[in-house]
Each structure stands twice: as C-alpha cells, then as structure tokens.
C-alpha cells in the first residue's frame, strides 16, 4: 500500500542525532536562501542590475502590505525582517514538494524503503518550532511595549468577576493561537503530501495534475496565511501608537 | 465494532461532519467578496488579496478534522 507516516524518517545519523529527512531539506531550504541573499548583496550597489531591481520591487511591494496590516511604518520597519524570513522559508520549502521526482528516491534500509524527499514543514516538530517563536515574541513584544501591568491584568482581571472570567478565557486564546497557526500549516502540507500520494497511487497519469495546481496554491497561501497572521498578532502585542496620542495633545 | 473498523469510520465521519463548516464558510466569504468586487471593482486587488487570507483562516476548522480523521487512520 502507501507509504505514509506522520513522523519523519531518520536518514542517518551524526553523533547520535538522527538526521529527518524533513530536517534535511529544512537545511537545503536554508542554505538556499542564504546563499540567493548573500548573492544578491554581494553586487548590491547604488545603480542597480536587474537582479537588484527585481528584489527591491519585491521587497517594497511587501513593505507595502505588511505595512497596510501593521497600520504604521514604525511598526513594519521592526517586524518586517522576522515576518518575511518567515514567509520565504515557509515559501520555499513548500515549493521543494513541487519538484518533479525528488520522490523517486528512497533509502533501502532493513526495516524498509526510507523515502529521502519530505515537505520539509510536513513535520509537526518544525511547524511548532515557528509558532512558538511567534506566540513568544508577542508576550515579550507585549512586556516590552505596553509594560508588564497590562500584560497581568490581561490574565488576571480583578475588577470585577466578569472581566476575571475573561481574563481566563484570554489564556484559553492565547494556547489555541499556537495550536491554530500550528496545526494550520502542519494539517495543510500534510493533507496535501497524503493526497498526492493517494491519487499517485490511484491514477499515477493526469489525474494528479489538478492536484498539483492545487498543492501550488497551497504552498502560497499557506505562507502567506502564517506571515500575516504573525505580522496581525505581533502588531497587536506591540500596542497602540504613541504619535496619535502626541498629535490629539497638539490640538 | 472491531477498532479497526470504528478507527475507519471515526475518520470518515469527521472529516464529513468537519468539511461542512468551512464549505458554508468559505461560501459565504467568496460570496461576500463578489459582492464587494461587484461594487467597487477598483478595489478588487485588495479585495482578493484578504480573501485568499479568510478563506485559509475559514478553512483552518476542516483542516484539524483533517488532521484528526489522519490521527484515526495513522496513529
């Protein structure tokens, strides 16, 4: 039958640390875009070619829709780097699962076939990792900007027994804000890696090109469904600007 | 019931009982979305652009059935 497993298989091992496959191409993604950025800023000059143009329009275009979500500029300049490290790594390695027979190749090991080629984020360990990085840089972006008051009393409101009650569901939110952004991304490229080997295996012809245009929407939408909504949650932990409350006192 | 055989049907019946919400969901968002692209068509990029975002966050429900029928089957 098919082979399907949620957890990743180990590929070999260094000094007793099982190499995943889908940790592997998490490093192959990596040292790829390392290596397209380092590129690109090693000929960055002040008149640029036409590689360089390409990425300053892309990387203002995206300055210019984080900045639409954030709602200001000060905001953006400071969670724009982090949000869109996010999106190209999570873009890229949903891209890999799009290349053509990477798939045919397989490990021969005595418990079975190791298949050498995973999504690199169809591996719940990863996809955790990243919302914890995001669901943690909003307690202490909210610690930071707002103070560690507000942070409390978001938790635990002694005003009155309602707000205490809310202040307790708010923890409730706050879990399922990592469990959802989590298991959004994970449930997605899992889904689909599950669904191009099912109809692989019904129909190895045709039939699974539709499914592959769908899986490339996929692999965008995801990405950007996570960028935005860590840019929304991070924008809203850093507060309120300070300026609008600076011009009211002018008038 | 043997396990096995209710681990096939627990799938099953999530994964039905789970497509249900994000279908109407998502019908409902794209509706909306035409409706306002109807509207105001010059404000259809920006219009696309958050409904792709929505309906990911609409369908995010039938992705945990999904996950959940997966658990049923494989784990």
Redesign the interface.
């Known amino acids: 039958m098919i082979n399907?497993?949620?957890s990743p298989e180990v590929l070999f091992t260094i000094f007793g640390f099982g190499v995943t496959n889908s940790f592997f191409w998490q490093m192959v993604v990596t040292l790829l875009l390392l290596g397209m950025i380092l590129g690109v800023m090693k000929k960055w000059q002040l008149i640029p070619n036409k590689l360089q143009v390409a990425v300053e329009m892309v990387v203002e275009w995206m300055l210019n829709?984080v900045s639409m979500m954030t709602g200001s500029r000060d905001k953006t300049k400071k969670l724009f780097p982090l949000v869109i490290t996010l999106f190209f790594y999570i873009l890229f390695c949903n891209l890999f699962s799009l290349m053509p027979a990477l798939s045919a190749f397989s490990l021969r090991r005595e418990q079975g076939e190791v298949p050498i080629f995973r999504t690199a984020l169809a591996d719940y360990g990863q996809v955790l990792v990243l919302t914890l990085l995001v669901v943690g840089l909003v307690q202490v972006l909210f610690i930071t900007y707002q103070g560690i008051k507000p942070y409390m009393k978001q938790w635990f409101d002694f005003s009155s027994p309602i707000n205490f009650v809310l202040g307790l569901m708010n923890i409730v939110g706050e879990l399922a804000k990592a469990l959802?952004l989590s298991?959004?991304l994970?449930?997605?490229l899992?889904?689909g890696e599950?669904l191009t080997a099912v109809m692989m295996f019904l129909a190895p012809f045709i039939l699974p090109i539709p499914f592959t245009f769908l899986s490339m929407l996929t692999c965008v939408?995801?990405a950007?469904?996570f960028a935005?909504?860590a840019t929304v949650y991070l924008g809203q932990a850093m507060g309120e600007e300070k300026e609008v409350a600076v011009v009211k006192n002018k008038k | 019931m043997e396990s096995e055989v209710l681990r096939y049907v627990a799938a099953g019946v999530s994964m039905g009982l789970g497509a249900l919400g994000p279908a109407l969901a998502e019908g409902y968002v794209g509706g909306k979305a035409y409706e306002a692209i109807g509207r105001n068509p010059e404000a259809a990029d920006k219009i696309t652009s958050t409904l792709f975002v929505v309906m990911a966050i609409c369908e995010s429900t039938g992705i945990y059935a999904l996950v959940v029928a997966l658990l049923c089957i494989f784990a």
């Open positions: 399907i497993s949620l829709s959802s298991f959004r994970f449930g997605n899992f889904a599950v939408v995801q950007l469904v935005s909504l």
